[in-house]
T-cell receptor
């Protein structure tokens, strides 16, 4: 079963705009990860945030985590056409690094 | 850079046939995972190995499914008596060890059962 739910399911923006995706999950977690998937490169790890962290940055990516609300957000700033992909949050709650993925947000960035 | 490789990339089979997929993880990665992904959904965990030991299997993995990692290197996933509901992308991932959370995914094997 899916642990996380991403919101929105689909997002369409222009190049240069920011994109925000949200993820909610159900059980307590050790960490939460975001992955990107496109037809060219498959699933690629983007960023990991641990349960005791509240915010993390990596390049144009900013991730927040609110464990009290069981939610996370991924912000992509100054989006590019190459950011067009599906974005998934994945939680690790069992300590075995068994990832539980959400259904994903499909992002389209138009030139 | 040799990432995770999977073979074949595509497989079309008739219902009732057996199929086997292979995954070669990044060398020296001790952990290997199998996931299944259907259209419009995120990957769903199937099973994982620590070296050659299979440590957990999802309830999704019926008795028609079996996975092995005989020497702690490559892994195979076999589906016996395939059903149309088995049609999906089968993804393999590896990670260095138990303390490494990032998983590296292969390109997947797309299975179509007709």
């Amino acid at each position: 079963s899916q642990q996380g739910e991403e919101d929105p399911q689909a997002l369409s923006i222009q190049e240069g705009e920011n994109a925000t995706m949200n993820c909610s999950y159900k059980t307590s977690i050790n960490n939460l990860q975001w992955y990107r998937q496109n037809s060219g490169r498959g699933l690629v790890h983007l960023i990991l945030i641990r349960s005791n962290e509240r915010e993390k940055h990596s390049g144009r990516l900013r991730v927040t985590l609110d464990t009290s609300k069981k939610s996370s957000s991924l912000l992509i700033t100054a989006s590019r056409a190459a950011d067009t992909a599906s974005y998934f949050c994945a939680t690790d709650s069992g300590g075995y690094n068994k990832l539980i993925f959400g259904a994903g947000t499909r992002l389209a960035v138009h030139p | 850079d040799t990432g995770v490789s999977q073979d074949p990339r595509h497989k079309i089979t008739k219902r009732g046939q057996n199929v086997t997929f292979r995954c070669d993880p990044i060398s020296e990665h001790n952990r290997l995972y199998w996931y299944r992904q259907t259209l419009g959904q995120g990957p769903e965990f199937l099973t994982y190995f620590q070296n050659e030991a299979q440590l957990e299997k999802s309830r999704l993995l019926s008795d028609r499914f079996s996975a092995e990692r005989p020497k702690g290197s490559f892994s195979t996933l076999e589906i016996q008596r395939t059903e149309q509901g088995d049609s999906a992308m089968y993804l393999c991932a590896s990670s260095l060890d138990a303390s490494s959370y990032e998983q590296y995914f292969g390109p997947g094997t797309r299975l179509t059962v007709t």
